[in-house]
């Protein structure tokens, strides 16, 4: 039996990675880098830090330190979330969906704390979740397993009894390698990448999420 739903947040819960992507521009720009929002998809899931780390090791630059690019993204990250996003479809009616059948929800995600307590504000989802958890906090930030096993252990229940839900593929392998029965929800523009396969389901959105689906999901071993 499923005992805890456990939900990544940026891209899936919360509609943040178009502000992600705007940021990002505008602070590679002041270093040199005219990235497109294609360039910036292919970082989408991976610590800010990753992304900085990324993109000096293809394109290196002087002038600016990494860390201070790193904390300009987050701080207007934070920002253009806490003025502007939105929940994604079908967002607020899963969580609904577990709230009706008492199961324990939490939120492990590769943010800052700080940015998930400004999301589930922002979104008014607070009530519905038992946890919310930073791989920041962990030793190793997604995709290793470590954000959804500390997780798991907060909500004293077993990964592999808990319901993971995914938009991204190092987001998907650290649900994975946990042990966690998995649900993929990819953007639109990577719904087809093979990086998905890990997954046990793979839905378009959570708007097709179902009873029909969760049942299935009760039965993978």
């Given at each position: 039996m499923i005992q805890a739903a456990i939900f990544d947040m940026d891209g899936l819960l919360v509609d943040s990675e178009p502000h992600w992507r705007i940021v990002e521009i505008d602070v590679f720009r002041t270093?040199?880098?005219?990235?497109?929002?294609?360039?910036?998809?292919?970082?989408?899931?991976?610590?800010?830090?990753?992304?900085?780390?990324y993109w000096y090791e293809r394109f290196p630059w002087t002038g600016r330190d990494l860390d201070e690019l790193?904390?300009?993204?987050?701080?207007?990250?934070?920002?253009?979330?806490?003025r502007l996003a939105g929940p994604m479809p079908g967002s607020l009616a899963i969580l609904q969906f577990f709230r009706e059948r008492s199961i324990p929800m939490a939120i492990a995600s590769a943010s800052p704390m700080h940015l998930i307590e400004l999301v589930i504000d922002r979104l008014g989802i607070r009530d519905y979740f038992t946890v919310w958890h930073s791989a920041t906090l962990e030793a190793h930030n997604k995709p290793a397993p470590d954000v959804?096993?500390?997780?798991?252990?907060?909500?004293?229940?077993?990964?592999?009894?808990?319901?993971a839900f995914e938009d991204s593929g190092n987001g998907l392998k650290s649900a994975h390698a946990a042990g966690m029965r998995t649900v993929a929800v990819p953007a639109e523009y990577e719904l087809d990448d093979p990086k998905f396969a890990l997954a046990d389901y793979i839905i378009p959105s959570l708007t097709a999420f179902n009873a029909e689906l969760f049942l299935k999901l009760e039965t993978v071993n």
């Open positions: 270093v040199g880098l005219e990235l497109t929002d294609e360039d910036c998809m292919r970082t989408t899931g991976l610590p800010t830090r990753a992304v900085v780390d790193s904390d300009e993204i987050l701080a207007g990250a934070y920002d253009r979330i806490g959804y096993l500390g997780t798991a252990r907060k909500l004293n229940v077993s990964p592999a009894d808990c319901l």
